[in-house]
């Protein structure tokens, strides 16, 4: 035992081995097994770890310096240990090193297993000198018979550093191979002189240089010891908006089941001069250099051109766009353009006259009987549109008080229609029509109808809309005639009837003239009769053609999802879809009405 002892004490001076350790037998020491205590939390460098394989060369080299020097830290590989690479960057850096460091250790591990090379070398240098000697030549033939090759020793390697560049040159690794035999240990010169001949000149640590010469951990340990500066592209430009680009025009309901329909702000005015948007300039990229001193070019951010319409003009400095005009801006066609505004501050009556007006309409007052008024863009109406008159909007209209009409009333609009009421009135719109109430009154609508806020009624007359009709309430307890129609092209069908109908006056018309005594006079109204009524009719048919081309594209777009939903569906409501049609003799609640299969479902 005491010789036991004292071998172990002998053995831990010399190879440096843990006092508290017992020398096992010479077997290979498994390299996971030693793995330094701050390996032992993943989370600080786990993704960035690379796994290394047992039959790793790197094993084999360790094992042979922990044979020539003792207790030795296990072989360590990591990226990232502090957290600034992004993920993407470190999973692509580890297969690439891995590759890479498979080549390095193989190439050390074979250049540590010694060949004689200086012998071989003077062997071949005295063979120049005497390729005749027979005494040579002999001895050589008696040293292969007898099998007395000499043994090849061990090599002899300094400490060597391998550097490890990242794809883009920004960081640089650095992982030491230790001296084999009597070579070299590690020192500072020998650091620099691998940065050196890696031309690696830029962000280097040189702390960690210093310090890595006489670190108990400096071998088999990957560091990061440059750091390059990343290349930043710069900004593209960008367009700030003073006014919006798309209107929201869809309404808000209170808690008191209510709409303000004053709040829609279809118009946007803006006075000569001000500003409709300004652009922020794109900013330069800022160049980086790499580990190796290379400069690493940055793109510029690109510029943006600001969205000149008509009537807008660009600053000086070229960085606003400004009204030209004072007038309504709108962004049509991707671009901001300015149209100019009527303002009526009171009613449309015989101060003003009828108006026709290729822009904006803001009317503070009522539409009196009589009066038509035709805009090229939005309307906006502050009262009434009274009976008698007629209403065309280009774009949207918005009326704050409501449509009284007596049957002969038209309103119109290319985009949608918000209301406080509809009475007596024929209504035809592009898109959406929104009310609290319909009453006695004939719709024909290109999208949906909406009548859900305030008492939500439609009583009476005829409501015809393509897409959907939503109401709290569909006919009355009285059971008034009331019909919703569903699907097809109510707006296409309207201007037909319209055209028809001049169509009949103009006919009528002939016939009266026709029934007059000859004259001058006669004939100069035939003439002119007889040229509407061409005109008429060549209308009539390019509508019913273009009535024809678009059945084929209804089918292809897939409709068949239209429905009505009420709360409440009185009898006498007659519900048509297409060609098909149901009339109801009971009350329906909660009522969903839709086509299936050729079928009209109440459910």
């Given at each position: 035992?005491?010789?036991?002892?004292?071998?172990?004490?002998?053995?831990?001076?010399?190879?440096?081995?843990?006092?508290?350790?017992?020398?096992?037998?010479?077997?290979?020491?498994?390299?996971?097994?030693?793995?330094?205590?701050?390996?032992?939390?993943?989370?600080?460098?786990?993704?960035?770890?690379?796994?290394?394989?047992?039959?790793?060369?790197?094993?084999?080299?360790?094992?042979?310096?922990?044979?020539?020097?003792?207790?030795?830290?296990?072989?360590?590989?990591?990226?990232?240990?502090?957290?600034?690479?992004?993920?993407?960057?470190?999973?692509?850096?580890?297969?690439?090193?891995?590759?890479?460091?498979?080549?390095?250790?193989?190439?050390?591990?074979?250049?540590?297993?010694?060949?004689?090379?200086?012998?071989?070398?003077?062997?071949?240098?005295?063979?120049?000198?005497?390729?005749?000697?027979?005494?040579?030549?002999?001895?050589?033939?008696?040293?292969?018979?007898?099998?007395?090759?000499?043994?090849?020793?061990?090599?002899?390697?300094?400490?060597?550093?391998?550097?490890?560049?990242?794809?883009?040159?920004?960081?640089?690794?650095?992982?030491?191979?230790?001296?084999?035999?009597?070579?070299?240990?590690?020192?500072?010169?020998?650091?620099?002189?691998?940065?050196?001949?890696?031309?690696?000149?830029?962000?280097?640590?040189?702390?960690?240089?210093?310090?890595?010469?006489?670190?108990?951990?400096?071998?088999?340990?990957?560091?990061?010891?440059?750091?390059?500066?990343?290349?930043?592209?710069?900004?593209?430009?960008?367009?700030?908006?003073?006014?919006?680009?798309?209107?929201?025009?869809?309404?808000?309901?209170?808690?008191?089941?209510?709409?303000?329909?004053?709040?829609?702000?279809?118009?946007?005015?803006?006075?000569?001069?001000?500003?409709?948007?300004?652009?922020?300039?794109?900013?330069?990229?800022?160049?980086?250099?790499?580990?190796?001193?290379?400069?690493?070019?940055?793109?510029?951010?690109?510029?943006?051109?600001?969205?000149?319409?008509?009537?807008?003009?660009?600053?000086?400095?070229?960085?606003?766009?400004?009204?030209?005009?004072?007038?309504?801006?709108?962004?049509?066609?991707?671009?901001?353009?300015?149209?100019?505004?009527?303002?009526?501050?009171?009613?449309?009556?015989?101060?003003?006259?009828?108006?026709?007006?290729?822009?904006?309409?803001?009317?503070?007052?009522?539409?009196?009987?009589?009066?038509?008024?035709?805009?090229?863009?939005?309307?906006?109406?502050?009262?009434?549109?009274?009976?008698?008159?007629?209403?065309?909007?280009?774009?949207?209209?918005?009326?704050?008080?409501?449509?009284?009409?007596?049957?002969?009333?038209?309103?119109?609009?290319?985009?949608?229609?918000?209301s406080k009421y509809v009475e007596n009135a024929v209504i035809c719109v592009r898109e959406n029509l929104q009310t609290d109430c319909i009453i006695s009154s004939s719709v024909y609508c290109g999208g949906?109808?909406?009548?859900?806020?305030?008492?939500?009624?439609?009583?009476?007359?005829?409501?015809?809309?393509?897409?959907?009709?939503?109401?709290?309430?569909?006919?009355?307890?009285?059971?008034?005639?009331?019909?919703?129609?569903?699907?097809?092209?109510?707006?296409?069908?309207?201007?037909?009837?319209?055209?028809?109908?001049?169509?009949?006056?103009?006919?009528?018309?002939?016939?009266?003239?026709?029934?007059?005594?000859?004259?001058?006079?006669?004939?100069?109204?035939?003439?002119?009769?007889?040229?509407?009524?061409?005109?008429?009719?060549?209308?009539?048919?390019?509508?019913?053609?273009?009535?024809?081309?678009?059945?084929?594209?209804?089918?292809?777009?897939?409709?068949?999802?239209?429905?009505?939903?009420?709360?409440?569906?009185?009898?006498?409501?007659?519900?048509?879809?297409?060609?098909?049609?149901?009339?109801?003799?009971?009350?329906?609640?909660?009522?969903?009405?839709?086509?299936?299969?050729?079928?009209?479902?109440?459910?």
């Amino acid at each position: 035992m005491l010789i036991m002892s004292i071998k172990n004490k002998f053995t831990n001076l010399l190879f440096g081995e843990k006092p508290e350790e017992p020398e096992p037998a010479r077997k290979e020491p498994e390299p996971v097994d030693e793995v330094p205590p701050e390996l032992a939390s993943p989370s600080a460098f786990s993704m960035s770890l690379l796994e290394l394989s047992e039959d790793h060369p790197i094993f084999r080299l360790h094992a042979q310096r922990r044979h020539e020097a003792g207790y030795l830290p296990a072989p360590r590989i990591c990226l990232d240990e502090e957290g600034v690479l992004s993920p993407e960057m470190v999973h692509r850096e580890l297969n690439r090193l891995r590759t890479v460091l498979i080549a390095a250790c193989s190439a050390r591990l074979k250049a540590a297993q010694g060949t004689k090379k200086k012998e071989e070398k003077k062997k071949k240098d005295d063979k120049k000198k005497d390729p005749k000697d027979e005494k040579k030549k002999h001895e050589k033939k008696n040293e292969k018979k007898n099998g007395a090759a000499q043994d090849e020793g061990p090599a002899v390697l300094d400490a060597q550093p391998f550097l490890y560049l990242s794809a883009d040159k920004l960081y640089a690794w650095m992982l030491v191979f230790p001296p084999v035999g009597k070579g070299a240990e590690l020192s500072r010169e020998m650091l620099y002189e691998a940065l050196v001949s890696q031309e690696i000149t830029y962000g280097v640590d040189t702390r960690l240089i210093d310090q890595l010469s006489h670190n108990d951990k400096r071998y088999f340990n990957l560091y990061l010891v440059a750091k390059g500066k990343p290349a930043f592209d710069g900004k593209n430009g960008n367009i700030v908006d003073n006014f919006p680009r798309k209107i929201q025009r869809v309404l808000e309901v209170d808690e008191f089941d209510q709409v303000d329909y004053t709040s829609l702000n279809l118009i946007h005015n803006a006075d000569k001069g001000e500003e409709i948007c300004h652009l922020i300039k794109p900013t330069e990229g800022e160049p980086g250099r790499s580990v190796q001193g290379e400069e690493i070019p940055a793109k510029s951010g690109k510029p943006v051109p600001l969205p000149r319409g008509k009537n807008t003009e660009i600053s000086e400095d070229g960085t606003q766009l400004l009204a030209s005009i004072a007038g309504s801006v709108e962004f049509t066609g991707n671009v901001f353009q300015v149209k100019p505004v009527l303002e009526i501050a009171g009613d449309v009556d015989f101060s003003t006259g009828s108006i026709n007006f290729l822009g904006d309409i803001n009317i503070h007052g009522n539409v009196l009987s009589g009066f038509t008024v035709q805009a090229g863009g939005n309307i906006n109406i502050d009262g009434v549109v009274e009976a008698g008159s007629s209403v065309e909007a280009g774009g949207d209209l918005a009326v704050v008080k409501g449509i009284l009409g007596d049957g002969t009333t038209t309103v119109q609009a290319r985009g949608s229609i918000f209301s406080k009421y509809v009475e007596n009135a024929v209504i035809c719109v592009r898109e959406n029509l929104q009310t609290d109430c319909i009453i006695s009154s004939s719709v024909y609508c290109g999208g949906e109808v909406l009548v859900q806020s305030g008492r939500g009624k439609i009583m009476g007359g005829w409501v015809w809309a393509a897409r959907r009709i939503c109401a709290n309430a569909v006919g009355s307890q009285s059971e008034c005639k009331t019909t919703v129609a569903l699907g097809g092209r109510p707006c296409a069908s309207f201007e037909r009837e319209i055209v028809q109908r001049e169509v009949n006056a103009l006919e009528m018309e002939m016939e009266k003239l026709e029934c007059q005594p000859d004259s001058p006079v006669k004939t100069s109204l035939l003439s002119k009769t007889r040229l509407k009524l061409t005109a008429a009719e060549m209308k009539m048919r390019q509508l019913e053609e273009r009535m024809q081309r678009m059945a084929p594209e209804e089918k292809r777009e897939g409709q068949g999802n239209e429905r009505l939903e009420c709360s409440v569906a009185y009898p006498g409501t007659k519900i048509r879809f297409g060609d098909d049609a149901i009339r109801l003799h009971q009350i329906y609640r909660r009522c969903v009405a839709t086509k299936v299969h050729g079928e009209i479902l109440l459910m």
